[in-house]
């Protein structure tokens, strides 16, 4: 990914709403497409991957929606509840290429939920 | 079971010194990257290891920077005079490998050394 500024995009919400975090991404050739959650001094946590032949996959109170005509992610958080407070990063891998599933991560989305 | 751990877990140095950062993989992954994170920004690759040797080092930076795996589970990322610019999160992971034409293993990562140089 390109490397961005100190001011990541932000998204505050409610306790109980829904919320839908976008990333766009560059590499036409990548095949699967990830969300990683990362807390405050840790490392990320793997929340849904999405092949590039799927728009749509569904998980437990996440779906990834995945728009390749204009490379745009998205990532939908269904009753979001203050855990998942976190930046948010979404990756692409071409892992039947030659980048061996190294991954290429986007500008990350700070998620806050207000109790 | 375990996951993957890093240390230290905290490293302050001096600049133009040598650090090494040590990673323990989940056992039984094969395969195994090295990813830098500066403040604000998400991780970049740096190293890719499949077993023993390094598959993919078109990340490392310069050659101040250096990775092995002799044994093809402990991996040790070598940085030499070190510099202010070095300073970041370094974070290891893991998956089940090797990466098939048509698969991806997940990656499962490490809570990375926090590298500062002063």
């Known amino acids: 990914g390109e490397s961005v500024g100190l001011h990541l995009p932000t998204l505050s919400v409610q306790e109980g709403d829904n919320s839908i975090i976008n990333c766009a991404y560059s590499n036409s050739a990548s095949d699967y497409f990830i969300w990683y959650k990362q807390e405050s001094g840790k490392g990320p946590q793997f929340i849904i991957d999405i092949r590039s032949n799927m728009d749509k996959r569904q998980g437990q109170r996440v779906t990834v929606l995945l728009n390749k005509t204009v490379k745009h992610l998205s990532l939908q958080i269904a009753a979001t509840q203050p855990g998942d407070s976190a930046v948010y990063f979404c990756?692409?891998?071409?892992?039947?290429?030659?980048?061996?599933?190294?991954?290429?991560f986007g500008q990350g989305t700070i998620l806050t939920v207000h109790p | 079971g375990a996951g993957v751990s890093q240390t230290p877990s905290n490293k302050v140095t001096e600049k133009g010194k040598y650090v090494e950062l040590r990673c323990d993989p989940i056992?039984?992954?094969?395969?195994l990257y090295w990813y830098r994170q500066s403040l604000g920004q998400g991780p970049e690759f740096l190293i890719y290891?499949?077993?023993?040797?390094?598959?993919?080092d078109s990340g490392l930076p310069n050659d101040r920077f250096f990775a092995v795996r002799p044994e093809g589970s402990v991996s040790t990322l070598k940085i030499q005079r070190t510099e202010r610019g070095d300073s970041a999160v370094y974070l290891c992971?893991?998956?089940?490998?090797?990466?098939?034409?048509?698969?991806?293993?997940?990656?499962?990562f490490g809570p990375g050394t926090r590298l500062t140089v002063l």
């Open positions: 056992s039984g992954h094969t395969a």
């Open positions: 290891f499949q077993g023993t040797g390094a598959a993919d």
């Open positions: 992971a893991s998956s089940l490998g090797p990466i098939g034409v048509s698969s991806y293993n997940e990656q499962f």
């Open positions: 990756a692409e891998t071409d892992a039947g290429g030659t980048s061996y599933g190294k991954l290429t």
